[in-house]
């Protein structure tokens, strides 16, 4: 069992994990094709928009619609646009965050925005199946007796959605293509029947206008009442993050593929912002608000109302089907998504465990969680939108903070204000539909807890790794070492680096060690610049400083940095090196740890040893760590 869960588990080959590095996809495809594969999330929910928009602002629901199109066209994307620019690897906006704030800072800013982002992308896959449950029951070819089976359906859906990723899932651009060709073309078949309906039915617009005039006193109120409900709506907004995440897949260098997914992102914003125009007006003035409640023949599928009600059961079928296949294939987009999030940053931070590289662990999990989810919300579409457009809007305006944040720092003072605009609005509409809906916050920040932990608890379990990737001696440096009769090393923790400490650390290694200074000590120093970061590179210079040898390298921590080292000088000259240390100044245990585990010091001493332990079993070949 273990052996078929880890499978396709990658190992780390040299001395540790190697550094994320993007490499180019195999198969690459055009801007259009791979538009499809975001479009299986974001055109999808017109399965569930119109009908979600109709419950929160009823009559209103066309004009509501018409400012999320407008914060769709001059909001989010312009703002992912530029995202696009800036990341043309496909890590989105949470790497420009890291980028800005560098250190611990930008690492945990990312696991909070990550427990958002598993908020949106999980309750897409339990949302999806939910609508697709909908649809499925209340097909009039469907029996009876299943219509109050709407949580068992849904789980049977998210079941075999993982079951074909144990199965092994290869995310295939040809089936979405297919699916969104399809899916858009009964679209059109079906609002423009609807609109054909509506342009034949004046009386229906005319008892639409009298709805208005008669709940609203004037063209302001209506507007300000679209703002207020505006953030209900914003799950119209699901498919830029995932817009941005596929750009490795079109086709071309980075110029041409920042400037293909550019036009992904503009064709999908226009097209979608179209069918949503019409769809919510045509289903607004078409369908009475009764059949939109929870029960109605409505709810979480307008368009299909519409499709079976004006086109006949057949046709309506028909796009059931293609509105199922879309909606589950959403679910595997979104499940394909957090597969793909999980090795991009946690192992990089060295805050995840090594089954979590394995994709089969992570499906069971993601798969018992989007069980929890479904069985809490009851499967209901409608109630899931409030966890749903809380990850989708956090996502956004993540990234709008990041793009002005960027602009500013550039000195490009125009951009800047115009996000900063956009920033505040995603800001109001964030706040409002947290306030309005607090259950999608609870679920977001219990995403938040759970990766901050089990991010924290494997930092800790993984701390004793090498982690150094390579290791890289200048030419002083190889002098030193090949001249060397034994390697000697003496730890020193550089401050002036005047002649005085070169001396007293002379002193000191004959006082407790009885080493000579003409068995021709090497000083090893270290410096640790970003202890934040988990793994990376060792570049060892050599320095002459005061009649002394010095070995100098940055690390992200000491103790593992000279363990990494000392084995290395063992494997490249046949010597046993030994490490020479002084005990560090006496305090709590506890401290020193936590010291080690954020600034990568602590009682480097015993910690150089224990990485020495884990990293060369053998006693007799394992470099000697001395501490006087």
């Not at 947290?434 to 977001?444: F, K, M, N, Q």
């Amino acid at each position: 069992m273990r052996q078929w869960l880890l499978k396709g588990l990658k190992r780390p080959e040299g001395l540790s994990s190697a550094p994320h590095e993007e490499e180019t996809p195999e198969h690459q495809h055009s801007w259009w094709q791979v538009m499809c594969l975001t479009g299986v999330d974001y055109f999808s929910t017109l399965g569930y928009q119109p009908g979600i928009a109709a419950l929160a602002a009823g009559a209103l629901s066309p004009i509501a619609t018409l400012v999320l199109v407008a914060l769709t066209l001059f909001g989010a994307l312009p703002t992912y646009r530029a995202v696009a620019e800036q990341s043309p690897n496909g890590l989105g906006s949470l790497s420009m965050l890291e980028r800005l704030l560098p250190g611990w800072r930008g690492k945990l800013l990312v696991l909070f925005l990550l427990g958002f982002v598993a908020t949106a992308f999980i309750v897409t896959i339990t949302l999806s199946a939910a609508d697709a449950t909908a649809h499925i029951l209340h097909n009039p070819f469907v029996p009876e007796f299943l219509a109050g089976w709407q949580v068992p359906v849904t789980l049977m859906l998210i079941a075999a959605l993982g079951g074909v990723f144990l199965a092994g899932f290869s995310e295939a651009i040809s089936i979405a293509v297919v699916l969104v060709a399809v899916y858009l073309l009964l679209n059109v078949v079906v609002v423009g029947s609807a609109v054909q309906h509506v342009l034949t039915a004046p009386e229906k617009v005319t008892g639409w206008q009298n709805a208005l005039s008669t709940d609203y006193a004037s063209p302001l109120a209506m507007v300000a009442v679209a703002l207020y409900v505006m953030p209900k709506l914003a799950l119209g907004l699901s498919g830029f993050e995932t817009g941005v995440a596929v750009m490795p897949l079109v086709k071309g260098d980075l110029a041409e593929r920042v400037t293909g997914a550019r036009k992904l992102l503009t064709t999908a914003a226009l097209i979608m912002s179209v069918f949503l125009i019409t769809s919510s007006f045509a289903t607004t003035v078409l369908i009475p608000p009764a059949e939109f409640a929870e029960g109605g023949a409505a709810n979480g599928r307008a368009l299909a109302y519409l499709a079976h009600e004006y086109l006949g059961d057949w046709f309506g079928t028909a796009y059931d089907l293609s509105t199922i296949a879309i909606l589950w294939f959403a679910g595997a987009s979104a499940l394909a998504g957090l597969l793909n999030i999980v090795p991009r940053y946690l192992p990089r931070y060295g805050m995840a465990p090594d089954w979590t590289r394995a994709s089969r662990p992570m499906v069971l999990v993601f798969t018992a969680i989007a069980f929890v989810i479904t069985m809490v919300f009851g499967a209901e579409v409608e109630t899931q939108g409030g966890a749903y457009a809380t990850g989708v809007l956090a996502l956004i305006l993540s990234a709008a903070v990041a793009v002005t944040l960027s602009a500013w720092t550039a000195g490009r003072t125009r951009p800047a204000l115009f996000f900063g605009f956009v920033t505040l609005v995603f800001a109001y509409a964030t706040v409002a539909n947290i306030i309005e809906r607090p259950d999608g916050l609870v679920i977001a920040l219990l995403f938040v807890l759970a990766i901050v932990v089990v991010s924290l608890i494997s930092r800790a379990t993984r701390s004793t790794e090498l982690r150094v990737t390579r290791i890289s001696l200048d030419d002083r440096a190889r002098r030193f070492i090949n001249e060397a009769a034994e390697l000697y090393l003496i730890a020193n923790e550089p401050h002036g680096r005047d002649a005085k400490e070169y001396v007293d650390k002379a002193r000191e290694a004959w006082e407790l060690h009885r080493l000579r200074t003409s068995e021709g000590l090497l000083f090893l120093e270290v410096t640790v610049p970003d202890a934040s970061e988990f793994a990376g590179e060792l570049r060892v210079t050599g320095e002459e400083r005061h009649g002394f040898r010095i070995l100098r390298m940055h690390s992200t921590t000491i103790a593992n940095s000279i363990a990494a080292l000392l084995l290395h000088l063992r494997d490249q000259t046949g010597k046993t090196p030994h490490v020479y240390f002084h005990w560090a100044a006496e305090g709590n245990p506890i401290g020193a740890l936590l010291r080690y585990l954020v600034f990568g010091g602590g009682d480097i001493p015993p910690l150089t040893r224990e990485v020495l332990r884990q990293a060369e079993p053998d006693p007799d070949r394992r470099p000697v760590v001395h501490v006087g």
